[in-house]
């Protein structure tokens, strides 16, 4: 389906046909290859930076603002190069309801198109090398991505305030990592998708389990435990 959608060959499994992704966890990836055409590569939820000496900083960067992304030290030297510029295909995404009563679980939504169609959330990526923690380990090389965010749509704002740059339509995504797209070119693409083009439904609490007691399924897009 993504070889069919995005007209890449995805030699790996890791990170497709996912329905309960984490920070930190591996996730499905288009970028330039070396040949300057796209193809898939798996990368790293949760952006490490090149000056990073910690593989922990990931977690607070798994999303970056796209209005300010250009002036943080971390992301302004990514979004005015296209092959920095990375394409998350996806078919969802969720956010939380907080119940008024604190107590009870958090609800999980499942924003997904209207059309039911695959598409692609704008990101950076880079790959950093990260020091060895122990002496006579070897250092990792590590290549991460963050997704871009903008502001919330009428459908996602229900919700959040922030939403994740959803590329309208197919010459939005060939722009993103095209060349000839600067950086004021790139963040002019990071705009809310269309409330009519979106739609939301709630999927199962078990959503609300991750890292190791995390599940995986299409039973987690049900309203319902099982």
């Not at 309960?20 to 288009?30: D, G, K, L």
């Not at 939301?200 to 987690?220: F, H, M, V």
Request: with cysteine.
């Amino acid at each position: 389906m993504l070889e069919q959608r995005f007209g890449v060959a995805v030699p790996f499994s890791e990170g497709s046909r996912r329905y309960n992704i984490a920070p930190t966890e591996t996730v499905v990836a288009i970028v330039l290859g070396k040949d300057g055409e796209p193809v898939a590569r798996p990368l790293s939820w949760g952006l490490i930076p090149p000056w990073a000496k910690e593989a922990k900083i990931a977690h607070k960067m798994i999303n970056a603002r796209s209005e300010t992304a250009d002036r943080k030290p971390a992301y302004r030297g990514l979004i005015a190069t296209a092959k920095r510029r990375a394409l998350l295909p996806a078919d969802g995404f969720y956010e939380w309801l907080r119940p008024e009563d604190r107590k009870q679980q958090r609800i999980p939504f499942r924003f997904s198109r209207a059309d039911g169609s695959l598409f692609a959330i704008a990101g950076l990526w880079t790959p950093a090398y990260l020091p060895a923690v122990s002496p006579g380990e070897e250092g990792e090389l590590v290549a991460s991505v963050t997704i871009l965010t903008t502001e919330a749509n009428s459908i996602v704002a229900r919700l959040h305030d922030r939403m994740p740059v959803i590329l309208r339509d197919r010459d939005s995504e060939l722009a993103w990592l095209s060349p000839e797209l600067d950086g004021a070119g790139a963040k002019a693409l990071c705009v809310p998708l269309a409330s009519e083009l979106l739609v939301a439904a709630p999927a199962n609490p078990l959503l609300n389990k991750a890292g190791r007691e995390a599940l995986e399924g299409p039973e987690l897009l049900v309203a319902q435990a099982s």
